[in-house]
């Protein structure tokens, strides 16, 4: 892939002469998946893409590449460095997942990567400065026009950055624009691994404030971490774009400038699926990412009578089939009365017919097992409560949950049960969970809260054994839901 690019010319009116134009694909939380499925996403479609269109574009990603799949696990992220570099990406932020290997697995994730990956909030702390191969900005030179690009970490890893500092995304824009002013950026783009629209994490997001904060100043941000999908989004004239997840989909943003000024004329983007009939494959891409398959992972397992979906398949039931399925699972494997898996944790939908190692591990690509907690019951609502962003975060086994919305659509009048039974605050349970959110971990935040003797493993199965374990008795049908629903 090219790594150079510059600008094309288009007439657009006497009043401007010429126009300048930009072009940028945009990817974000890849997590691994570099090979199609269902015929649709994988790097060789996406470098289809890329080849048929202008000879010249800046590729950029969002972060949450390192971790989601059997080849990014065992290598620790390096093989989804080594396709970057082969797909020619010009830069990368950093997401939380890039932490998935704790921070000994961070530095050679940074070094591996022949672009910059672009983090102005993201320091180490030893010496305040930026990590090798750590840069707040670079600037592109599109035959003279200058094109800043500007990146913002996330600040939340999935596991402790003990090694790692972070600063306040905002303020750290701010002195980066400062800079690339002094160089006299004409367009401004900022790469970011937090969300526009963040129900997935339960969190206000700053990333608007961008638009009402840097308008002008600002001209695009690309945005991810929660796994949205959306183009053409403005705040204050600043264009949004999120481009989803697992590289089903690449964003291609179109900025235009005035040839004579420099000046940003317009920002527009639109969303190229890559379903591979259409796009085709880059050979020599599709070739690459086969050598980087895993062995022994390719066999089957089990089998599907029928597609089991990640998300809520009824009007008013907030929790999904394969949620259902996977919260049983530790339910039954634990002994404990309440189960409770964060949905987040599932990754895609199972899909109908054969399932073999890598479905599972593309499902569920963590190495949590199962802990037990004991709570009592004060601490049972307020975290079924706080789970509601407003969809649930989690789903439930051996507890059930109604709701009401009111006008403006948010959850109000929960009411929790166990056994058929209202919760009592002062009443002691027992409940199991992945170790990730017994410990904690991201939207499992309350957990931080019971005491370490409150909290044992049940068990070494990890989820995934449990997962291969439940596909034995036979063909899985999906499960019922309605445990958690309006009434």
């Known amino acids: 892939m090219k790594k150079t690019f510059v600008l094309l010319f288009a007439f657009l009116l006497p009043a401007l002469l010429f126009a300048g134009t930009v072009t940028v694909y945009h990817t974000s939380d890849v997590h691994g998946f570099f090979y199609p499925r269902n015929g649709r996403g994988g790097f060789g479609a996406l470098g289809a893409v890329i080849k048929n269109g202008p000879d010249n574009y800046l590729l950029l990603d969002s972060g949450d590449f390192s971790n989601g799949t059997v080849e990014t696990?065992?290598?620790?992220?390096?093989?989804?460095?080594?396709?970057?570099?082969?797909?020619?990406?010009?830069?990368?932020?950093?997401?939380n997942h890039e932490f998935d290997f704790k921070d000994k697995g961070v530095a050679p994730i940074l070094n591996e990567a022949k672009f910059p990956i672009l983090a102005a909030n993201f320091y180490d702390k030893a010496t305040g400065k930026y990590p090798a191969n750590v840069a707040p900005y670079k600037i592109f030179d599109a035959d003279g026009v200058k094109v800043a690009v500007i990146g913002l970490a996330n600040r939340e890893p999935t596991n402790p950055a003990k090694s790692y500092s972070y600063g306040k995304p905002l303020k750290a824009l701010k002195k980066a624009l400062k800079e690339v002013e002094a160089q006299k950026a004409d367009v401004v783009l900022v790469l970011v691994h937090d969300s526009l629209k963040d129900e997935k994490h339960g969190t206000k997001s700053y990333v608007g404030d961008i638009g009402r904060k840097f308008a002008g100043r600002v001209h695009v941000v690309m945005g991810g971490h929660a796994h949205q999908l959306f183009q053409n989004e403005y705040i204050n004239g600043v264009l949004f774009v999120e481009s989803g997840c697992y590289l089903d989909n690449v964003s291609k943003i179109t900025i235009e400038t005035d040839d004579e000024t420099g000046k940003v004329v317009s920002a527009k983007s639109e969303l190229i699926p890559l379903v591979v009939?259409?796009?085709?494959?880059d050979e020599a891409i599709k070739a690459f990412a086969d050598s980087?398959?895993?062995?022994?992972?390719?066999?089957?397992?089990?089998?599907?009578?029928?597609?089991?979906?990640?998300?809520?398949?009824?009007?008013?039931?907030?929790?999904?089939?394969?949620?259902?399925?996977?919260?049983?699972?530790?339910?039954?494997?634990?002994?404990a009365p309440i189960a409770i898996h964060n949905n987040g944790g599932t990754r895609v939908d199972m899909q109908k017919g054969a399932i073999t190692r890598r479905d599972l591990i593309e499902i569920h690509p963590f190495d949590n097992t199962v802990t037990l907690v004991t709570v009592d019951g004060k601490f049972l609502k307020k975290f079924v409560k706080t789970g509601f962003a407003?969809?649930?975060?989690?789903?439930?086994?051996?507890?059930?949950?109604?709701?009401?919305?009111?006008?403006?659509?948010?959850?109000?009048?929960?009411?929790?049960?166990v056994d058929g039974k209202p919760v009592e605050n002062h009443k002691q349970y027992l409940l199991s969970t992945n170790t990730y959110i017994a410990g904690g971990g991201s939207e499992g935040f309350l957990f931080k809260k019971i005491p370490a003797e409150n909290k044992k493993l049940a068990g070494t199965s990890t989820i995934r054994d449990l997962m291969e374990e439940g596909l034995k008795p036979g063909p899985l049908s999906a499960p019922e839901t309605g445990r958690i629903r309006e009434r």
């Open 73 to 95: 696990r065992n290598s620790k992220g390096l093989k989804a460095v080594r396709l970057m570099n082969k797909m020619g990406y010009h830069a990368a932020t950093v997401g």
């Open 277 to 281: 009939e259409k796009t085709g494959e």
């Open 292 to 335: 980087l398959r895993e062995p022994n992972v390719d066999v089957t397992v089990g089998e599907t009578k029928e597609t089991i979906s990640k998300t809520p398949v009824k009007a008013g039931v907030q929790d999904a089939p394969l949620n259902v399925w996977i919260a049983d699972l530790i339910k039954n494997y634990s002994g």
């Open 390 to 417: 407003p969809r649930s975060l989690f789903t439930y086994s051996g507890l059930e949950v109604t709701y009401k919305l009111n006008r403006k659509g948010k959850v109000k009048k929960v009411e929790i049960f």
